[in-house]
Each structure stands twice: as structure tokens, then as C-alpha cells.
């Protein structure tokens, strides 16, 4: 029997280390979009300053200004929504106490017993991690999503532009 707790326990860690990379994929796709949403911004603050260090000569089409304002929006939003897929989540862990508990028991549990309470906490920490984890992966969605929409609104401004 002790086997069957085992294999469990064996499967729940696998998956849980499934999810630690999963996280990890969030948090660095994420850091991703932030660096992108920033270099984009600081474009669009350079193409504000052509506009106005040339306004003798050339005046930005009002559709463009609120165009490029829209897009402002849209990555600093986007940054934020990439902030949260790094954010400090608390994911649940193996208690070091529960352990020495366990281990300063007068009688030991069985093996049976061991692989079960083993099976169950690495089913607590995969529940946590998966809910988490799905957190940080609709965050990542809508920082990707509202990078796009941004960029679009940025191709929209050089279309009224030219």
C-alpha cells in the first residue's frame, strides 16, 4: 500500500515542479513586456519632443496627440499588468516545524503513513501554486494584450502622421 502513496506523493511533486517552472516562464515573460513597454514609451516621449522642438515648422495632427496619449495609457497599463506576474505571491511550502514534529514523534510513523502525509502536503503546495500561478498567467495575458492594443495605437498616430 505504501507504494500507492508514494506514487502520489511521487506525481504530486512532479507536477509541482511543472508549476515552479510555469512560474518562472510568468515572471520572466513578464519582465519581458516591462522592458518592452518602456523602451516603447521612451520612443514615443522622443517622437513628443520631435513634435514640439519642431513646432515652428510642424504641428502634431490632433488625432495623432490623442492617439499617442491612448497608447501612453495602454503601456503603462500593460507595465503594471507585468508587474503582477512578479509580484511576491505566497505560495504554500513544506513547514520545517510540521516536520521536526514528525520526526520527534517516540513512535515513528510507518512508511505507509509517511508517504501519505508526504502525498498531501505536496498536494497543498500544488493547489497553491496553480492558483497562483494562474494569477500570474491572466496577468501576463492582459500585459501582452494591452501591449498590442498600445502599439497599435502607436502605428495608428505615424498612419494620421504621414
Not at 20 to 35: M, P, Y
Not at 137 to 148: D, F, Y
Request: glycine share 4%; aromatic share 8%.
Amino acid at each position: 500500500m505504501s507504494d500507492g502513496y508514494a506514487t502520489y506523493g511521487e506525481f504530486a511533486k512532479d507536477e509541482l515542479d511543472a508549476q515552479d517552472n510555469r512560474k518562472a516562464s510568468f515572471e520572466q515573460r513578464g519582465v519581458a513586456v516591462i522592458t518592452t513597454s518602456g523602451t516603447l514609451v521612451t520612443l514615443l516621449f522622443a517622437l513628443a519632443a520631435l513634435s514640439t522642438k519642431q513646432a515652428a515648422t510642424f504641428s502634431l495632427p490632433h488625432a495623432a496627440r490623442t492617439w499617442l496619449a491612448i497608447a501612453l495609457v495602454l503601456f503603462v497599463l500593460s507595465a503594471l499588468a507585468a508587474l503582477v506576474t512578479n509580484a511576491p505571491f505566497v505560495y504554500q511550502s513544506v513547514e520545517a516545524d510540521r516536520i521536526r514534529e514528525r520526526l520527534r514523534e517516540a513512535f515513528p510513523r510507518s512508511a505507509e503513513a509517511a508517504a501519505k502525509d508526504i502525498a498531501f502536503t505536496r498536494l497543498d503546495a500544488l493547489e497553491s501554486a496553480k492558483k497562483n500561478n494562474a494569477i500570474k498567467g491572466w496577468a501576463l495575458a492582459t500585459a501582452m494584450c494591452l501591449e498590442a492594443l498600445a502599439v497599435g495605437c502607436v502605428a495608428a498616430t505615424i498612419h494620421v502622421v504621414l
